[in-house]
């Protein structure tokens, strides 16, 4: 084959101006050639409107860890060049192609410049214009597996409403069903991008192998999956039923935390859009945008914000070429100044601070991958604390494990081995970890109001030089932890629990402030609990197993009662893998796992719930910081009581406020 391809031969000559790779005709056993042209993404751009640029359309697909092994052929301008794409891609590539005439398509790996990050620093800014003027979305899943065209067949079924409900209720179908839910966990849904990519498609199809189905049908299928499943765990029951899939009992698992189910209700709740399809409006912030995307993985660390920028309400944004350039300049001006280290170090970070701070002024995000993931995560808080004054966002597990090493990362930033469900080894998902307290961002209501009216204060900020780590919030301390119980595996409210309660007398209902405590008082979508609750609570005393424990989890799925279930879901929401905590002042409550004896119960403004800090003394400057362990349920506490209850305690009537170096 010829040279290795080189983008010189294909510039971008304008800063809205993309690359469009032309797939050429072939048979299944020809080799891959394509032709790389450039084109501006609007019309407008054009010197004249009757040169037309034609159609393409945009791939969307998985790239995989494999290396780029797999050479196709690409010309610019009549000279071809050698180009070595992942297997995946590869494996798009020849079913995509068309056998009688070319098909025009955009692919990140190939008309981005991927060593080039001034260029993909660029063309990430522009990347939903790309996939909304693209006039469709191609969505490869990968190579056919035995199952994937059964489930795609099964599709049209599905879809057939007036079929559905005696679909459902055929025992003959589960094989199809379990290969619809294998369909579901595929790579491809796991993407961040992918959201993006298909929440802005005028139209999108699914190809898996050689067999595609349209989007629509495809995400009707997903929601009705999900909704008879959740409601009714018909389809499951019938699985297990079966003797292909050895009565597993639990074999499909969560069906709502599947990434196609996620995926599937992520871009249906994104925009309100007019009747011909367009955005009228974007709907979630940013920070509900990360928060609720926490599923969503992606290759690079700084993708994880990249991915959802253009998605999210007000937001704007730009690459960090022309910045760069000043910094450049600015670097070359100090340098001509004494060699004090420390004093071009300041000035370069009051630069980028007045750069910041501007771009936060225009709700811009600034688009760099040169820059350490850290630090794009400091400028994610900033936007986001900023924006709405509120300090919830570090209650919230986002960050991926792998992005920050552990060693550097500090104690508030939360990383997604937290998030409430995790993927299990069959691919599946289940409960992993309670819900957060402060529940999802962006509904417009709260859960609980522990700071009251407080928002954060001025003295809300990052430490700079050797503080690079450090968060600086306001609150105050309104108890300890005087004991704690084990934490609760896999959901079981251990027998300690109900003496720690104070349930003594298990022939009478729960004591309030127990039960309320398992549930964070509150019921499903964060309402009043139901009056039912404590009886349910005694109902599943009386259903546990031997020694007193309640596996909330044995009787979810094998209980008599379906009122007791419901109550003990709503328990698995709140209790799973947290302590029952007794402080010093006797509230009852519930903390994270890795809480101590000892630990602060706090109050910082900004936060709607109490949170659990670690006091710490630095071993070489001896100066006070404190670790952040988590948010807690504090029954008595946990919408605004806490504010008279520190005056009541203060010899002045004043509140001692404090500032708290996080670590």
């Given at each position: ?6 983008y ?6 304008k800063a809205?101006?993309?690359?469009i790779?032309?797939?050429q005709?072939?048979g299944p ?15 407008l ?7 037309q ?8 697909y ?10 196709i ?9 050698s180009?070595?794409?992942r297997?995946?891609?590869h ?10 005439r ?6 990140d790996?190939i ?11 660029a ?6 214009d ?5 006039t469709?979305?191609?969505v490869?899943l990968g190579?056919a597996?035995?199952d994937?065209?059964?489930a795609?067949n099964?599709i049209?079924?599905?879809v057939n409403l ?13 094989q199809?069903?379990a ?12 993407r ?7 929440a802005?498609?005028?139209h999108?199809?699914?190809y ?6 349209d989007?629509?049908e ?11 499943e959740?409601?009714?765990?018909t389809i499951s ?8 899939f050895d009565?597993i009992?639990d074999?499909?698992g969560?069906?709502?935390f599947l990434?196609?189910?996620r995926?599937?209700?992520?871009t249906?709740?994104l ?5 011909n399809g367009?955005v009228l ?5 940013l920070?509900?945008?990360?928060s609720?995307l926490?599923?969503f ?24 070429t022309?910045n760069?350039e000043?910094?450049?300049e600015t670097?070359?001006?100090v340098?001509?100044e004494?060699?004090?280290?420390t ?16 771009a936060?002024?225009?709700?811009r995000f600034i ?5 350490p993931f850290?630090?794009?995560?400091k400028?994610?808080?900033r936007f986001?604390?900023?924006?709405d004054g509120?300090?919830d966002i570090?209650?919230r ?11 550097e990362r500090?104690?508030w ?9 995790g993927?299990?080894?069959d691919?599946?998902?289940s ?11 962006g509904?417009?209501?709260r ?8 928002k954060v204060?001025d ?8 503080k690079?780590r ?7 301390v309104?108890?300890s932890?005087k004991r704690k119980k084990p934490y609760?595996a896999d ?5 300690e629990?109900l003496?720690?309660?104070?349930w ?5 209902l729960p004591?309030d402030e127990?039960w309320?405590?398992?549930v964070a ?6 309402v009043?609990p ?5 009886r349910a609570c005694?109902?599943?005393?009386n ?8 596996s909330?989890s ?17 328990v698995?929401e709140v209790i799973?893998m947290r302590r029952?905590?007794?402080t ?9 796992e ?11 403004y900004?936060c709607s719930?109490?949170v659990a ?8 400057t ?7 362990i988590?948010?807690?349920?504090v029954?008595?506490?946990?919408d ?6 520190a005056r009541s ?6 509140i ?5 170096e996080l670590?």
């Open positions: 084959m010829s040279d290795e391809y080189s010189q031969s294909c510039p971008l000559i809205n101006y993309i690359r790779l032309t797939v005709q072939g056993g020809d080799l891959i050639e394509c032709n790389l042209t450039t084109r501006p993404l609007t019309i751009e054009l010197p004249s409107p009757i040169n640029v034609p159609p393409y359309e945009a791939l969307s998985h790239w995989g860890n494999e290396k780029a092994e797999s050479k052929k690409i010309y610019t301008a009549g000279f071809p060049g180009f070595k794409v297997p995946n891609l494996a798009a590539l020849k079913q995509l192609r068309f056998r009688d070319p098909r025009r398509l955009w692919i790996a008309c981005i410049n991927q060593d080039d990050n001034d260029e993909k620093n063309q990430v800014s522009l990347m939903a790309v996939y909304s003027k693209a469709s979305v191609c490869w190579e597996s035995p994937s065209t059964l795609l099964f049209s079924r599905i007036d079929d559905f409900d005696r679909l459902v209720a055929d025992r003959r179908t589960p199809e069903w290969a619809l839910s294998s369909l579901m966990r595929r790579t491809w849904f796991s961040r991008w992918v959201v993006q990519e298909i802005l498609a005028d999108a199809t699914l898996c192998g050689d067999a595609y189905v989007w629509s495809f995400a009707d299928a997903v929601s009705l999956f999900e909704a008879v959740s409601e009714s765990h029951k019938s699985i297990m039923m079966s003797d292909l009565h009992p074999f499909l969560e069906i709502k990434g196609a189910t995926l599937v209700d992520a249906s709740n925009f309100r859009k007019s009747k367009q409006e974007r709907l979630l912030s920070e509900a945008l990360i609720n926490s599923a993985q992606a290759s690079r660390p700084h993708d994880i914000i990249y991915a959802v920028l253009n998605l999210a309400k007000g937001m704007r944004t730009s690459a960090a022309s760069k000043s910094l450049v670097q070359s001006h340098a001509t004494p060699t004090d280290q004093l071009r170090e300041q000035k370069l970070t009051k630069l980028a601070t007045r750069r910041f701070k501007q936060v002024e225009e709700n688009i760099d991958y040169q820059k850290f630090d794009v995560c400028e994610f808080l986001t604390i900023k924006s509120f300090l570090i209650c597990p986002w960050v991926p494990e792998d992005g920050i090493p552990e060693a500090p104690s930033l939360l990383t997604t081995s937290k998030t409430a469900w993927m299990r080894p691919g599946n998902y409960r992993a970890n309670a819900d957060t307290l402060v529940g999802p961002p509904l417009g209501k859960n609980y109001n522990a700071s009251g009216s407080f204060t003295s809300w900020k990052f430490g700079e030089g050797l690079v450090s968060m600086y919030v306001e609150g105050f309104i108890d932890i609760a959901g079981i409210i251990l027998n629990w003496s720690a309660g104070g003594t007398d298990m022939s009478a004591p127990f309320r405590t398992l008082d509150r019921g499903p979508n964060g009043n139901p009056t039912f609750y404590p005694k109902s599943a005393l259903q546990s197993v031997k020694g007193g424990h309640i909330t044995t009787l979810v799925h094998n209980g008599k009662s379906t009122i007791v279930a419901k109550f003990l879901r709503r698995q799973w029952l905590i007794v010093e002042y006797d509230f009852l409550g519930l903390a994270p890795m809480s101590k004896k000892r630990d602060l119960i706090c109050i910082l900004g719930v109490p800090l670690r006091r710490m003394v630095d071993p070489v001896e100066e006070e910081y404190f670790t952040f988590g948010e807690c349920y029954h008595g506490i946990m605004g009581e806490a504010f008279a209850l305690r203060s010899d002045n009537g004043l001692t406020k404090k500032v708290f670590r």
